[in-house]
């Protein structure tokens, strides 16, 4: 499996986090962000009140789509290469996104809803797309 672009976008759809494997000129990139942000609206429709785990949104012959909506109506979504992932890994890797996004919001004092999130860590070229 390998993760080609993460997502984390607020409850008024204004995007925090956006990572991708690719340079930020590339045009997979954009058409990759295209994918993602369109996934949005699917998220509206499936969205139920039990499980925040969304589950797989869109696939094509070159990336699968899974989404995850806290009850803060906060959305992760992950795009994946088109090899076999299960259900249950994507649970798990969305749940450790959100735990993670969680400890960075609750544990930063003077955190605003609308801040974008930095990081450093995640994928080689170690660059924000936003």
């Known amino acids: 499996m390998s993760v ?3 997502v984390i976008v607020n409850r008024d759809n ?3 986090l956006v ?5 930020q000129s590339d045009a997979t990139t954009i058409s990759a962000l295209f994918h993602l942000h369109s996934c949005l609206d699917i998220i509206c429709e499936k969205q139920t009140n039990r499980d925040p785990f969304i589950g797989l949104l869109t696939q094509s012959e070159s990336h699968k789509i899974y989404g995850f909506c806290s009850t ?3 959305k992760i979504l992950f795009m994946v290469s088109p090899q076999a992932i299960r259900d249950n890994e994507a649970r798990l890797i969305l749940k450790t996104v959100h735990n993670a996004y969680v400890d960075v919001t609750a544990g930063h ?3 605003h809803d609308s ?3 930095k990081s450093t860590f995640g994928f080689s070229n170690r660059r924000n797309i936003c």
């Open 4 to 6: 080609e672009a993460l």
């Open 19 to 23: 990572k991708s494997r690719r340079p």
């Open 115 to 117: 801040q974008q999130i």
């Open 72 to 74: 803060t109506n906060t």
């Open 14 to 16: 204004v995007p925090l």
């Open 109 to 111: 004092p003077f955190y």
